[in-house]
Structures are given as structure tokens and as C-alpha cells.
């Protein structure tokens, strides 16, 4: 459980972004949460250096629908990196493990089948409150968080040599 706040990073350690196109899919489920953790990531993707016009942002019904939208945007636009944005809170069924555990291996099957990564941003929380916390509230935003290693992974996939390090 994230106990400091998610949205600090050091600028001067991420690759610039301006040569990088990114993917956000977005879950309309918990829209009070979802728009949040969006704008955080779209303003700091923007502010690592990418340009407004190379973020391209579709909605999905659900954080179930997450895998597919991915899927599908791999598919027609061409793209360094993709954030999977969605909420998912405990209610007083199973619907909550079913969804959480689907997304979440859909979205690892993503990164092993295409060769663009997907960065999780789904945030399986227990209360409305600590989604709250972590979509712009007092533990910051994760949509900031999932940016920044959208930026490096986007980094890491166009090397272009296997003597180049990033990150180190």
C-alpha cells in the first residue's frame, strides 16, 4: 500500500519525450477517479517533453475493457508506449478479485505479446477514499507515476544498441 506521495519525480533523470508517442485508455467506470489519474499522466507526459499532439486518449467502458482498448490501439496507431488507466473498488462481492485479476493478466499478456508496453495505472483499491488519495489526493496522483515509466519504457524499447544503458 503506497504510504508517500506517488507524484514526485526527478525530471532530470527521465529520457525527453518529445520523439515518443503515447497511448492512454481510460476507464469512463469511477470517472471522479479515472479523469484525475488522466490529466495527471497527460500533463506530465507534457511535461517530460511530449508533445500534446502525439498523446492520443480513447475511453472504455470499464477497467475490464482496458485489455482490449489496449489491444486495439497497439493495433492502429503507432506508438513507444500505452498507459492502461482504470478504477476498481472493493465492493461486497468476488466481481472485484474476477476484474482486478483479469485486467492485470491481460495486461501482462500485452507486454509479452506486442512490442509496445503498457503500463498499469488501475488503481484496486478498498475504499472510494484511498482511490481519492492516490488520483490527486494526499498521496499524490499515480497517473504521474505510470507517465514517468511510460517516458522510460518508451526509452528502453527504441534502443537501438544493446551498448546503450538507460537508467544507469
Not at 489496449?70 to 503507432?78: A, L, N, R, S, V
Request: aromatic share 8%.
Amino acid at each position: 500500500m503506497a504510504t508517500t506521495n506517488l507524484s514526485y519525480y526527478d525530471k532530470a533523470s527521465i529520457p525527453n519525450a518529445k520523439s515518443f508517442r503515447f497511448g492512454i485508455v481510460v476507464s469512463e467506470w469511477n470517472p471522479e477517479i479515472t479523469k484525475n489519474l488522466h490529466q495527471g499522466a497527460v500533463d506530465t507526459l507534457i511535461d517530460c517533453g511530449a508533445l500534446a499532439e502525439n498523446i492520443v486518449s480513447w475511453e472504455v467502458p470499464g477497467s475490464f475493457e482496458l485489455v482490449y482498448g489496449c489491444k486495439k490501439m497497439i493495433q492502429t496507431e503507432k506508438l513507444d508506449a500505452v498507459i492502461a488507466i482504470g478504477n476498481v473498488i472493493q465492493g461486497e462481492t468476488k466481481h472485484f478479485d474476477f476484474v482486478c485479476e483479469g485486467v492485470t493478466q491481460g495486461i501482462v499478456d500485452l507486454n509479452i505479446a506486442q512490442d509496445v508496453p503498457v503500463i498499469f495505472c488501475v488503481l484496486t483499491d478498498n475504499t472510494k477514499q484511498q482511490s481519492i488519495d492516490r488520483s490527486g489526493g494526499k498521496l499524490g496522483n499515480k497517473g504521474i507515476e505510470c507517465a514517468v515509466a511510460a517516458v522510460k519504457m518508451a526509452a528502453l524499447k527504441n534502443i537501438k544498441s544493446t551498448k546503450t544503458t538507460v537508467g544507469f
